[in-house]
């Protein structure tokens, strides 16, 4: 499971759900991050090439893209070079369009992720009789980041983002949010209670965990999951992360 930070973590703790004895290896590219402020070329490149180096050290039966911003941009390019099944993680907007009643739904992403045209695929597809309000909300990653090592998050950053979205042509009649960086949900609660309780803030992690459950079914995996957690660079860059690795049964960092 690779992301460019910890943000990944949400759809571990959903695959989890899913497949409690599965072991597995989550990668941090700290000194990837972000993505969202690389260009197409960068991101295509480093994803690929980090996958293909992981690929070859660890042998997984699966990986998965833990990143939207990676996933909308490398994943065709990370299939074709890679012999094993690859899932990835893109905007759901599916089941917001599905959900919403007003017929208007925001989405919160990186600059990256919100101007791809798997995204404007997606809204074709899925949301194609709706209004869908995309904003860019970078900094949302360091308060999620902030906020998982046990630091205070900063309650203005993600204020300001919230009435970006809302202050939009139609923004006052959005009743579902598409939380399209996996950093995102760890914003939750603080979202919530911004949005309030007629939002509904969605994002992709279960149905992830569902597939790749579904990929591996009659797979044997040992009684006990040893989990991993790698960096790159230097593992001081995930000083902080020790009790959220702790609960989720992974042991020390290690470098890549």
């Not at 409690?20 to 260009?39: H, S, W």
């Not at 992981?54 to 065709?76: D, F, H, K, Q, V």
Request: glycine fraction near 10%.
């Amino acid at each position: 499971m690779l992301d460019t930070g910890v943000g990944g973590l949400t759809v571990y703790d959903a695959l989890r759900r899913q497949l409690p004895q599965a072991p597995v290896i989550f990668a941090a590219d700290l000194i990837g991050m972000p993505y969202g402020k690389k260009t197409e070329a960068e991101v295509a490149a480093r994803v690929a090439g980090l996958l293909g180096r992981m690929s070859e050290r660890y042998r997984p039966r699966l990986a998965c893209i833990a990143c939207n911003t990676a996933s909308t941009i490398a994943l065709g390019m990370v299939r074709e070079v890679l012999e094993i099944p690859i899932v990835g993680t893109v905007p759901a907007i599916k089941p917001a369009a599905l959900h919403t009643n007003t017929g208007t739904f925001g989405l919160i992403g990186t600059q990256a992720t919100i101007r791809q045209r798997y995204v404007d695929d997606l809204e074709r597809d899925f949301a194609r009789d709706k209004t869908l309000l995309r904003i860019a909300a970078p900094d949302l990653v360091d308060e999620a980041e902030a906020k998982l090592r046990g630091r205070t998050v900063n309650m203005a950053v993600i204020e300001e983002a919230v009435q970006r979205l809302r202050g939009m042509d139609g923004g006052g009649d959005i009743d579902a949010v598409v939380l399209a960086c996996t950093h995102f949900p760890l914003l939750r609660e603080e979202l919530g209670a911004l949005f309030g309780n007629d939002v509904a803030l969605i994002d992709g992690a279960e149905g992830i965990a569902r597939r790749i459950a579904n990929l591996l079914e009659g797979q044997e995996f040992a009684p006990t999951p040893q989990n991993r957690f790698v960096v790159t660079g230097p593992v001081e860059g995930a000083r902080g992360l020790d009790a959220a690795l702790a609960e989720r049964g992974f042991g020390a960092p290690e470098s890549f």
